[in-house]
């Protein structure tokens, strides 16, 4: 045979084999990616709420925009400890990451956010002002209430100091996981406040010696009020609405002391790869449309104005008129600083 | 030949451990998560507080404990597995291998689902009148060591397994044969010749115990603090990577003295 005619030379094979890695070398060679505006990694949680970014900003605002978005699931731990084993690279692996407001603060207090271009993101002349860092942007919001079932609890709570009383024996539940906030909640209700959770510490000691359960997660606890186990506990109001619609018998009150916020959010990395790409994802997280599917699908209060929520389901979600003047946030920097020495009591003392 | 493999393992092993002691080394901020220095002050503060010290010792109770019960437990397992002649021997195997098959955190759920206050236990001990109130079961060091041996036997009793099959019937006849009574002959003659099983199989057991992770989180819940949770609590719940370095080293330095303690002394013991 002639190799002559063949049409493949080895020579023409080199050539090929070049241009194709050269094209890749130049950017990744595909038809999709030729088309894509670019991808962004998003950190976030796993199960109900990677979910829901993807259906409620994702696919609907993101994809005609020709994005790629690739969720980097996993814990808030992990995620947090990967930004920081990052931090010395150029080129870090993700473009956002979802966490608390608390661990924003955290985040940036190392060094590693990169400044939010308020600019680029023009859903955030909508957002509510205690939304709005610097450093990142609150994506859903709600507050600390007590939950208590009335068949177990004959009295209805109305403050931290009425939920976390010793009277209640093993009717208590804590959350192993929610430690900064039972902190709180019980500094609140012992004379503390927001920069001191110290007179907190006795109270809580008094209720583990009358039997307190302490339970690792938040689904451990739905369990444990599905099952009656428990009767009382401090929870957000989301996470409130959503065990009440899978069946727990549950009531929750607003407690008197005040209602610490729970916020979460998004930061962009200092070393994000795709730092165009993340603003524009933040505003698409801020438009009406995903911010009012969250409050429906998932019970957290919308972080802008422009939100249309349906009065049924903000009376079921939201906080009426006194409640809100009530609503308090947290010392984001008090924590920074003692949340390690709060930890080590909670783990050496508390539990111990 | 050589060079590769060791490759391998320098890079995959040693760098990180020596990477890890250096850290251990190292000083904690929260802000900055680690400061380079060269101080010895998380061990110290390891050594000098009783709750670390507590943990540490809860972990080698666990680990002794479960061992002991998988070792009297995997012996006549193993024992008959080498022994037998049936033609099931193989599917006998495979009902010990079959539990590897699932991953620690699976099983673990399982027995949550055994051990819960409304769980199959409870709910039989309830039904049956044998108790009022459910037990409470979970988060408790009984569900940990019952997690724990539940994951560890089928290792042991494969070791053992493998070893007694080389143990010569004849010799065990030949016991029986001169006299010796079924207890006699197990203990002066099975034993030491399946000691290099018993050894290994106690190592593996003891080492997998010490460094279990998956089962102490999910049964023995918040309170039952055990080593491995505890490294992990410093490293990614407080971004203390020092004192979560030394920690780890501290585990691996127990892990390592108590084996080669143990097995120094069986081995001197099973030769005199």
């Known amino acids: 045979m002639d190799r002559q005619d063949s049409g493949i030379t080895r020579r023409r094979l080199i050539q090929a084999g070049g241009a194709l890695a050269g094209a890749a070398a130049m950017g990744g060679w595909s038809p999709a990616w030729g088309q894509s505006a670019g991808r962004v990694v998003v950190g976030t949680w796993g199960g109900d709420y990677s979910k829901l970014l993807s259906k409620n900003i994702d696919t609907p605002l993101m994809v005609p925009k020709k994005y790629e978005v690739v969720h980097d699931i996993g814990g808030d731990p992990e995620r947090r400890a990967k930004m920081r084993a990052e931090a010395r690279l150029p080129r870090g692996t993700s473009d956002l990451q979802g966490l608390s407001a608390a661990q924003m603060f955290e985040m940036n207090d190392a060094a590693l956010c990169l400044p939010i271009d308020y600019a680029k993101i023009p859903n955030a002349q909508f957002l509510l002002p205690q939304m709005k860092y610097p450093y990142g942007i609150g994506h859903i919001y709600s507050g600390k209430v007590i939950l208590y079932n009335p068949k177990l609890i004959a009295t209805p709570p109305t403050s931290f100091a009425d939920a976390l009383d010793p009277r209640y024996g093993n009717k208590l539940g804590i959350i192993d996981i929610q430690y900064q906030f039972t902190m709180m909640a019980a500094a609140l209700a012992s004379g503390g406040s927001m920069t001191n959770y110290e007179p907190g510490k006795e109270r809580l000691m008094a209720c583990r010696k009358a039997g307190a359960r302490i339970l690792p997660t938040n689904e451990a606890m739905a369990q444990a009020l599905q099952n009656e186990e428990v009767g009382i506990c401090i929870m957000w109001k989301a996470r409130a609405v959503q065990w009440q619609k899978a069946g727990a018998k549950v009531e929750t009150v607003a407690p008197k002391e005040g209602i610490p916020l729970y916020i979460s959010g998004f930061v962009i990395p200092k070393n994000a790869p795709n730092k165009d790409g993340a603003h524009v994802w933040l505003n698409e997280m801020l438009q009406s449309s995903a911010q009012e599917a969250f409050a429906e699908d998932m019970g957290y209060n919308a972080t802008v104005t422009n939100a249309r929520i349906p009065p049924e389901t903000e009376k079921r979600i939201g906080f009426n008129a006194e409640e809100r003047k009530r609503l308090i946030d947290l010392d984001y920097s008090y924590l920074a600083k003692n949340d390690a020495a709060l930890k080590e009591w909670w783990d050496k003392t508390f539990k111990g | ?272």
């Not at chain 2, 680990?63 to 070792?71: E, Y």
């Not at chain 2, 039989?124 to 539940?150: C, D, H, K, N, W």
């Not at chain 2, 010569?168 to 044969?177: H, K, T, Y």
């Not at chain 2, 003295?257 to 069986?266: F, G, K």
């Open chain 2, 1 to 272: 030949m050589v060079g590769p493999a060791s490759t391998v393992v320098a890079i995959g092993i040693v760098l990180p451990i020596v990477m890890l002691f250096r850290y251990s080394l190292n000083q904690f901020t929260p802000a900055k998560m680690m400061v380079d220095a060269f101080t010895i002050e998380n061990y110290t503060k390891f050594f000098t507080d009783p709750f670390y010290v507590a943990v540490l010792f809860r972990t080698v109770r666990v680990a002794t404990l479960c061992t002991a019960i998988c070792v009297i437990l995997a012996f006549p397992m193993a024992y008959c597995l080498a022994r037998t002649r049936s033609r099931f021997k193989n599917l006998l195997l495979m009902a010990v291998i079959l539990p590897l098959f699932v991953g620690n955190a699976v099983r673990a759920a399982g027995w949550m689902v055994l051990f819960g206050n409304r769980g199959v236990v409870n709910s039989i001990l309830v039904g049956s009148g044998i108790v009022r109130e459910p037990l409470q079961i979970m988060y408790t060091e009984f569900a940990v060591v019952v997690g724990v041996i539940a994951v560890n036997l089928p290792f042991v009793v494969l070791t053992m397994q493998a070893v007694l099959e080389g143990v010569d019937r004849a010799i065990e006849e030949a016991a029986l044969g001169l006299g010796a009574n079924p207890w006699r002959a197990f203990r002066h003659v099975i034993l030491p010749l399946a000691m290099p099983g018993v050894i290994a199989g106690t190592i593996l057991s003891f080492i997998l115990a010490m460094n279990a992770y998956a089962t102490p989180v999910l049964l023995g819940g918040p309170t039952f603090q055990m080593m491995a949770p505890t490294v992990y609590n410093q490293f990614a719940g407080l971004s203390n990577w020092p004192f979560g370095a030394a920690l780890a080293f501290v585990l691996m330095t127990a892990t390592l003295l108590l084996t080669v303690t143990s097995n120094r002394l069986a081995q001197r013991y099973y030769r005199r």
